[in-house]
């Protein structure tokens, strides 16, 4: 399974950003997809998931400015980004897979990763 995200960019503090991710085989209707995130030097961070029963799970950092959603005709998980900040950039990975929920917040829980796409604010 291929994860392909794409929308990466730059933005000034204060602006919008919206990220889309992609699968290549089967529905992510059946998958648990989440976005992470990594800055140099740091390991992958939790931002943002969206479970296959549609509970929705965030990161206190992105809590009511980041919104996770699906398209299931397009087969597309986005990552709408508002209110950014600096401390936003980073490289953004999309992560699918068939996660327990204890595991949803933890990138170990995920089988499929993709490429990452850089997002940078500027202040």
């Known amino acids: 399974v291929q994860v392909v995200e794409s929308g990466g960019g730059l933005a000034q503090t204060g602006e919008s950003l919206t990220l889309s991710c992609g699968i290549s085989e089967g529905s992510i209707s059946r998958r648990d997809m989440a976005w992470f995130r990594q800055v140099p030097g740091k390991g992958r961070a939790f931002v943002a998931a969206?479970?296959?029963?549609?509970?929705?799970y965030y990161d206190d950092s992105v809590k009511g400015r980041f919104a996770i959603s699906r398209d299931s005709n397009k087969n597309t998980v986005y990552l709408q980004m508002r209110a950014l900040k600096p401390e936003d950039t980073a490289v953004y990975y999309c992560?699918?897979?068939?996660?327990?929920?204890?595991?949803?917040?933890?990138?170990?829980?995920?089988?499929?990763w993709g490429q990452g796409t850089q997002v940078t604010v500027s202040s």
């Open positions: 992560a699918a897979g068939t996660v327990i929920i204890s595991r949803t917040r933890d990138e170990a829980g995920y089988y499929y």
């Open positions: 969206r479970r296959r029963d549609g509970h929705l």
